[in-house]
DNA sequence: GGCTTTTATGTTGCAATGCAACATATAGGG
DNA sequence: CCCTATATGTTGCATTGCAACATAAAAGCC
């Protein structure tokens, strides 16, 4: 299985420091993959940039991108919860919703917008960095790719209109190569 | 309906006060233009392809359509049910879900994910192109573009990682060009 | 026209999503 | 130690979305 073509080394020149991640990141997390080790990363990525923003890193915000983590699939904000419900008291939904904006906030965690589900961020791209999500409608799996043609595609059609894009969603559904094989 | 490429539709009037202005350029929309005349022409193109396809243009779909079109906007699926209910009996959710998901299939209505909102077509465009919405954050009133460079960097991305996309999702937020200027 | 089949609507009820408002706790700074 | 800013807990509810079943309306057939 090997890696699965890597878009990712490109993504957004890597921010103001060293801080770099496992840059070479599969776009889909492969079947074998050494989760507990590609976890341990992100919490660790998450940690470092907290610290750096002087953000707290609470208890709670760690477990609910654990959560996210646990499963290289966007969950929904109830689906955390019953998540979380499995290692202290039932969070209420508020408590799950305020950590997820922190974490998005923070360019951790994304928002798939066609699932109303959240997704643990993969890589150690630029916050401003526009994204295009792949979502496996087989599996549920997601992934990440940098979107910068989409962005040049998208200024084209601004610099026409006059339109000034802020935010971008791109989401596109799909099979996945693994599920492809598998059928 | 005329041609493809007629991205002059959108308007921008909408009710909220801030977004009144000319267009200099014709892509987002022209806040003069025959409203009256652009809502004709959509229900009559509504009507030709259900013809065409023998699909049943009832009563309600036609009204639901005619609420997408009155706004130019995106509607909630109850701002939906606001609008019916000022000329007839207010429907249930259900009634205006399906509605909705009839319109969606025959590719009159596209359903704006970010929002939770739906957007009466404003093009004739075939049904499996790729479209872009362009949603303004000021004004609420959305662009819609044809796609094909985006989609085209699109698949070849996903295709590098072996993903066979089916369906996408592409929507820019930020400000329209009246907005800008009126701020 | 009657009869059947298909399709569309209406009714009831509820699950999932999301957050507001306020109360309380907790970490740091002075 | 107090004060302030931030984080979390509690209560309650609005919004979104649809399932399941009942009824009506249209289309096809003899």
Redesign the interface.
Known sequence: MGK??E?TGETGLNGLDGCQMTVTRP??PAPGHDHDRCTAEAISHAETICARRAQKFTPIRRQVLQALLSSHRPLGAYEVIEELAKSMPRPAPITVYRALDFLMENGLVHRI??RNAFLACAHDHDESAMV?F?I??RCGSV?E???A??A???S???R??????????????????HC?KAA
Chains 1, 2 share one sequence.
């Open positions: 699965i073509a878009i776009t889909f917008e066609s295009a792949l496996c409608d992934g790719i940098p979107a043609p989409v040049q595609s998208v084209d059609a601004a026409t209109t006059g339109f000034a894009p802020k935010m971008s969603v791109v989401e596109i559904t799909g099979t996945c190569a492809q």
